[in-house]
């Protein structure tokens, strides 16, 4: 069931915001509940980190100059895209532009590992972009989200950086020493074979927070106005087309396989991450649904994106 939910996730996302949409139109909707939602994230985010290794930063060392330039480009290049194009093409729905904001300041995910891989990208790089970006936004989310959010956000930096510390360093801690744990009992094979069921779990948690969010009371405006729902994809086309494709300029200076990594590295964003800590952190209301539904609408637009720019390069370079 977790391989079919792994392998099917872009589809089941759309299924499950769906359903939770209906449920909020039809029979009500719930109230919001912050403690089955915060279950509901850890669920989704301790998983992941039992897959990721924080001591892939060591890696720096061997690829400053890639790894310097990814959070360049993720720390400074990603939200200045989001603010201009919140401005621009969101400056009506200023909730949907924070989504769009939360999402550029939270940079990529484990799936930068599996798509370098898969175009022949150089992995190490991938893994030290991912760790290296990971310890980064602990210390700039608390700082640069309330500046970027205005009196969009009633929280400042200290209440962000508790919730960061519940949502990212708890479950980061908890989950390498899980990790640990399994390889020192069963061994490294074992815990290699078992890597897809965590994914498995994350993403079936992630499945449960999307469908707790669209189920909120509070939803039936998305329903009856789904015009928001072009008016969230838009901005976001545009968002990956200039990532992809301004990361691919920037990081042309390397040869094929840091570059791929670079790419996937800048342009892959911790969506699942970003839903984790909007959850805790804006609670109930239209406005933090509007949040949350910009970021689920971001499934439909990076998945997609992935895969053709994947399959584009891969081809390019067996040609070249």
């Known amino acids: 069931m977790l391989s079919f939910v792994s392998k099917n996730l872009t589809k089941l996302i759309f299924s499950v915001m769906l359903l939770g949409l209906l449920n909020s139109y039809f029979f009500g909707g719930m109230p919001f509940n912050i403690a089955i ?5 850890f669920l989704m985010i301790y998983p992941m980190f039992i897959n990721l290794k924080i001591t892939d930063i060591v890696e720096i060392k061997n690829y400053k100059a890639a790894v310097l ?7 400074i290049l990603s939200p200045a895209i989001a603010y201009i194009l919140g401005k621009l093409l969101l400056s009506d729905q200023p909730y949907m532009a924070l989504g769009l904001i939360l999402i550029s300041l939270i940079p990529t995910s484990g799936m930068t590992a599996t798509w370098t891989e898969l175009s022949n990208g150089n992995l190490k790089v991938a893994l030290s972009i ?3 970006s990971l ?6 989310l608390p700082m640069v989200l ?9 929280a400042g930096p200290i209440f962000i950086l508790q919730r960061i510390l519940l949502v990212i360093v708890i479950p980061l801690i908890l989950g390498d020493i899980t990790r640990r744990i399994i390889i020192a009992k069963k061994g490294q094979a074992f815990y290699k074979s078992k890597k897809p069921l965590f994914s498995g779990l994350s993403s079936t948690g992630l499945l449960f927070v999307l469908f707790l969010i669209m189920s909120l009371d509070a939803n039936k405006l998305l329903i009856s106005n789904p015009v928001l729902v072009l008016k969230g994809i838009v901005p976001l086309l545009i968002y990956y087309v200039l990532m992809f494709g301004s990361s691919t300029l920037i990081a042309n200076v390397f040869g094929y396989p840091v570059r791929t990594a670079i790419v996937f590295g800048t342009s892959v964003r911790y969506l699942a ?8 952190l804006l609670g109930s209301g239209t406005n933090s649904s509007m949040v949350v539904f910009l970021i689920a609408l971001a499934f439909f637009v990076q998945v997609p994106f ?3 720019y994947s399959k584009f390069v891969t081809r390019n370079s067996q040609s070249a």
Not at 69 to 75: G, K, M, T
Not at 273 to 280: E, Q, T
């Open 37 to 41: 939602c915060a279950s509901a994230s």
């Open 69 to 75: 330039l990814s959070l360049l480009i993720n720390f």
């Open 130 to 132: 991912i760790a290296t």
């Open 135 to 140: 310890v980064v936004v602990i210390v700039t």
């Open 146 to 154: 309330p500046l970027m959010a205005g009196n969009l956000l009633s």
């Open 273 to 280: 991450l970003a839903l984790g800590i909007a959850v805790p």
């Open 306 to 308: 992935s895969s053709i």
